[in-house]
């Protein structure tokens, strides 16, 4: 029997005149299922398989026979989306059919006009599509709250997004407070694209004692065509990259990218940060390809995003450059192909994103990792991929008992009840999963808070509302971290660029600072309270832009995957090797040829490879790495513990560097790779907790967790900027109270991995965890990875080659013509380009090499060392240029070539080059990487020098 | 067995905090109580009122019109 056949004749003539005639595999399932009113589910199905009918057909249809029975007065479903898109996307949709069946619908968020919302509030819609954060709004609503009393289902879509965040554990409450109101079960359907741990997530949606159907279908039928590629440069491409001042190799996946969107219909491209999305588009748009594309992030306007969104669903455009702002389900049409660039660094986010071609039932989703030329961003992307394949995806972490979101929630009850008990608050908070072990003496910690800080009154066991109750809920709907916005203008105009982080101007952001965004350079001239105010940059020579944005972590178990590839292929020989990179981790040719090469490289400096049960400890004189494929997290964490025990055994300060597969330690002092070793065996789990969390404190991770928090508990006004806040102060104040103990909790299980780095130390404390030390002379070809990553330029986004960037420099450096003047006897003028130069530089005349460096411009120079030379009288600028021009002699004299090199660089004049020359560089590398400090420095600084 | 004003009271009660016109409701309501008249002609007599009302005080008479219907439908699966 088709599920189709428990609906009303009305709505499958409808589903009919769509041109719907059969269910789809989650409809044939779920249909029946949600027809039982008692019955909660979550379903889960890929994108575009037909989830939301899943839900809403029956529900409608029970909706439809509750009309033919009496008058519909208020809200009876809730449809809950996580964005304000999907919102509109689902109202689309769903209009046609309410509208058939006589039914209304409506939706209601933050962008919602208040005409709109007096309508709702004077004659509610029968559907309500609304955000979780509008829920919270309208819940103590005077009007509305007797709207949401009939709702008899709540539909609450794209549950892993929520799931993973504080915005789901205030949803959980949310729907507890309603069915307090509605005082009978509400009916709840989840749906859900990509989760690990099912189980928690039902009982995150259902709460802690209900049942909740978990029903999966339609993952078999999804066809997905993935692939690895690795573009190699060839000479067409080292010629474009010298074109439009690009790596090589970047330019040679650029113009892969331009080859796959030309050859197919419709091309989305994802980044893993806004700023490289702004820097591909900058740079497509340099190329002149063939065709018309967008750049998509959540720093541009609404309408901007929305123009991209059309244009490709239109077919105006081929392709648009994209963040995570389009990988969930907002509708653009069917696009052909994903192209994802370098490693999409998690399973979930692998899927979603490929799952966003093909976006309709029975088609073949394309999907191609563009993969850097790094051996971590390469196995990684087939180790991605595979998983994909597999549906092995990350499981969703579901913060429990936050202390901030249950403040806040009970001031929401407070609004809704006025007062209540003590025991009946910890009753209904209890039934939600997060909290589903509160204790007493747990809420009364957080209400004495709340007492203290006037956000409630309690008095024998009864907990009433206070004066500021209503104006702090109200503030403080969102659950998102309260980053501020701050606007990027154009100075000239003052018109909008877009819109930056508070954390990120604060972090990163100074005068001089240049930036992409919609493709254009903007440099920053002033930093004001609300506003960054920039100019555009004309030349397009800048140094390569810097927009830190968070990389996305790395998780464990892909980590320890990619270490057991890199084992496997140790102990094969090449052909066993590239069947296995090529059959289970679709790597291309050129792909698996350069992992291959890179492990038996490593292999041979190292004489074995690391893994998560068995390290080592490379010693390459002036720095160790500690090899681990622990996951971003993990690595992070035992980093931290780490070098805070080196610190306290050497008495020295320890820097750390880590990524998903490494730990990079140095210091002023050398550090022994026993010492290392000794730290991992002598030390157990709970005194590695405790060294753990005596040192987050001092991190800048704790502070800006601290921050975000303590506004979302009112200890810290909303608009107060961070520059302003005495945070070392309020950390100690508020030490040992919810706010500080929810900060904590935040860095521990969110940014860092506890429990693992517990267990590691367990091991190494009891003999179980294999620990070896390689001496090498320089770093192996592995740790090579980190310790260049560790001095590359700020590209971020993009794991690019430094090498290539510091030689292009050069190119341009050689490029530079001075005057040179011989200061010996005034009888050498001649103006030359630094390229033509021999090492030592001297006069041709007289041998000298008292050369002095000046602009070819400046024929004024000259006459004046003729004066000093003839032992005549100098004015006192004459002097003054003279001086000047005898300290860039010395340095030529000093450092012949290298000087000029140096003076080549932008703003650097003779005390900088003196500085720059003096530690007696010998590598061209270290050299020009402290040209470009110093050319950075220069930019920073320049608008006081007032040119 | 409760008595229509009772009822109709209770209805008031229930929903008197999600109205907007409070004051124009109560009196609204005090002159329909204590004359003995059924529930069903209260009713009437709301959605008479409602049709001259302007737009805010008409639903907060629909509110109170629903809470009375909800309240006897109770009543009776009771």
């Known amino acids: 029997m088709s599920a189709f056949s428990y609906l009303s004749r009305n709505i499958i003539e409808f589903l009919a005149t769509q041109g719907i005639t059969s269910a789809t595999p989650i409809q044939e399932k779920a249909i029946p299922v949600i027809m039982n009113e008692k019955q909660n589910a979550l379903l889960l199905s890929p994108t575009g398989s037909g989830k939301t009918e899943a839900a809403l057909l029956p529900l409608l249809n029970r909706l439809q026979e509750m009309k033919s029975q009496r008058e519909l007065f208020g809200f009876y479903i809730l449809y809950i989306t996580p964005l304000r898109a999907l919102n509109r996307d689902v109202f689309k949709r769903i209009e046609d059919m309410c509208g058939h069946l006589g039914l209304t619908v409506s939706v209601r968020h933050g962008d919602t006009t208040q005409y709109e919302r007096r309508k709702q509030a004077l004659k509610p819609p029968n559907l309500l599509i609304t955000t979780p954060e509008t829920l919270q709004a309208i819940l103590p609503g005077k009007r509305l709250r007797y709207h949401l009393r009939t709702v008899f289902a709540v539909v609450v879509d794209e549950v892993h997004e929520l799931a993973d965040s504080k915005r789901g554990t205030q949803l959980c409450l949310g729907l507890e407070r309603l069915e307090h109101l509605v005082d009978a079960p509400i009916q709840r359907v989840g749906l859900s694209a990509t989760v690990g741990n099912t189980g928690e997530v039902a009982r995150l949606l259902g709460g802690s004692n209900r049942i909740v159907k978990t029903v999966w279908a339609g993952y078999d039928s999804r066809k997905m065509a993935l692939r690895v590629e690795m573009p190699t440069p060839n000479q067409h491409h080292k010629k474009l990259a010298r074109k439009l001042l690009y790596p090589p190799h970047s330019t040679a996946r650029l113009d892969r990218i331009v080859d796959l969107v030309s050859t197919h219909e419709s091309t989305i491209i994802f980044t893993n940060t806004r700023s490289f999305a702004e820097i591909l588009g900058a740079k497509m748009m340099a190329i002149k390809p063939p065709y018309e594309f967008d750049v998509h992030h959540g720093s541009l306007s609404k309408d901007v995003r929305i123009s991209a969104e059309e244009r490709l669903k239109d077919g105006v455009s081929k392709a648009i450059i994209a963040t995570s702002s389009l990988e969930l389900g907002i509708d653009i049409g069917q696009a052909d192909l994903v192209i994802q660039y370098s490693s999409p660094r998690e399973v979930s986010r692998a899927l979603q994103r490929t799952g966003r071609a093909g976006h309709g039932i029975g088609r073949t989703a394309e999907g191609v990792i563009l993969a850097t030329a790094n051996l971590d961003d390469v196995t990684e992307s087939g180790v991605i991929l ?160 810097r927009w830190i944005g968070e990389m ?44 291959i090469e890179n492990v038996k490289k490593a292999l041979s400096e190292l004489g074995l490879l690391a893994s998560e049960e068995s390290f080592i400890i490379e010693d390459f004189l002036t720095g160790i790495v500690l090899h681990a494929p622990l996951g971003t997290k993990t690595n992070e964490t035992l980093g931290l513990v780490i070098a805070a025990l080196l610190t306290t055994r050497m008495g020295v300060d320890i820097a750390v560097e880590r990524d998903p597969y490494r730990i990079l330690f140095t210091s002023s002092v050398r550090i022994e790779p026993e010492h290392v070793a000794d730290v991992l065996k002598d030390y157990n789990g709970e005194q590695a907790s405790t060294i753990l969390r005596k040192t987050v404190r001092t991190t800048q991770n704790f502070t800006s967790r601290f921050i975000h928090v303590g506004r979302r508990m009112g200890i810290i006004r909303r608009d107060a900027k961070v520059r302003e806040i005495p945070v070392k102060r309020l950390i100690k104040a508020y030490d040992g109270s919810p706010v500080f103990d929810e900060a904590m909790r935040e860095v521990l299980d969110e940014k860092l991995d506890e429990k693992r780095v517990i267990d590691i130390f367990e ?43 510091l030689a292009m420099m050069e190119d341009r450096l050689l490029a530079k013509r001075f005057r040179l003047v011989c200061m010996a006897k005034g009888d050498w003028d001649s103006t030359r380009t630094v390229s033509t130069m021999e090492d030592v530089v001297e006069c041709p005349v007289c041998g000298s090499r008292m050369i002095a460096v000046l602009p070819p411009t400046d024929r004024e120079f000259t006459k004046i060392v003729a004066k000093q030379v003839a032992g005549k009288h100098l004015t006192k600028s004459e002097e003054k240029k003279y001086r000047a021009g005898g300290l860039m002699a010395t340095l030529v004299s000093d450092y012949g070539k290298r000087a000029l090199l140096v003076l080549a660089g932008r703003g650097i004049g003779a005390t900088t080059a003196a500085r720059i020359l003096k530690p007696g560089l010998t590598d061209r590398h270290s050299l020009l990487r402290e040209i470009a400090k110093a050319e950075r420095e220069y930019a920073r600084t320049r608008p006081f020098w007032g040119d | 067995m409760m008595s229509s004003d009772d009822l109709f009271l209770r209805a008031f009660e229930n929903s008197a905090g999600h109205m907007a016109n409070l004051d124009s409701v109560r009196s609204i309501v005090e002159g329909l109580i204590g004359h003995g008249h059924s529930l069903e002609y209260i009713i009437q007599s709301l959605e008479r009122e409602m049709e001259e009302a302007e737009v805010t005080l008409r639903t907060d008479l629909r509110i109170l019109i629903n809470e009375a219907r909800h309240l006897v439908r109770r009543m009776t699966s009771a």
């Open chain 1, 763 to 805: 091991k190494g404390s009891s003999g179980k965890l294999e620990i070896s030390i390689v001496r090498t002379e320089r770093p192996s070809h592995f740790a090579r990875l980190i310790v260049e990553e560790k001095t590359r330029f700020e590209v971020i986004g993009e794991i690019s080659d430094e090498e290539e960037i």
């Open chain 1, 552 to 595: 996305i972590p790395v998780p464990f178990e892909v980590a320890a995957e990619v270490a057991k590839v890199w084992n496997a292929i140790a102990e094969r020989n090449e052909n066993e090797s590239k069947e296995l990179l090529r059959r289970e981790y679709k790597l291309s040719d050129e792909a698996q040829n350069h992992v």
């Open chain 1, 386 to 545: 595979r998983r994909a394949l597999m549906n092995k995806v990350e499981r969703a972490k579901i913060p429990l008992m936050p202390w901030d979101v249950l403040c806040h929630q009970i001031c929401g009850f407070l609004l809704d009840m006025q007062e209540i008990e003590h025991s009946e608050l910890l009753r209904v908070f209890s039934r939600a999963f997060p909290y589903y072990s509160l204790k007493p003496e747990n809420l009364s910690r957080v209400l004495d808070f709340m007492v203290e800080k006037k956000l409630a009154s309690l008095e024998n066991g009864k907990v009433t509302k206070n004066k500021r109750t209503r104006v702090f809920y109200y503030e403080h709907l969102s659950t998102i971290p309260d980053v501020r916005k701050v606007n990027a203008l154009d100075i000239v105009t003052r018109s909008s660029i877009g819109v930056l982080d508070e954390d990120y101007v604060t972090q990163s952001v100074e005068t001089g600072s240049v930036f992409v965004i919609r493709g254009r350079p903007w440099q920053v001239i002033s930093i004001e309270e609300e506003e960054v105010l920039c100019a555009p940059v004309t030349d397009i020579d800048t140094e390569t832009p």
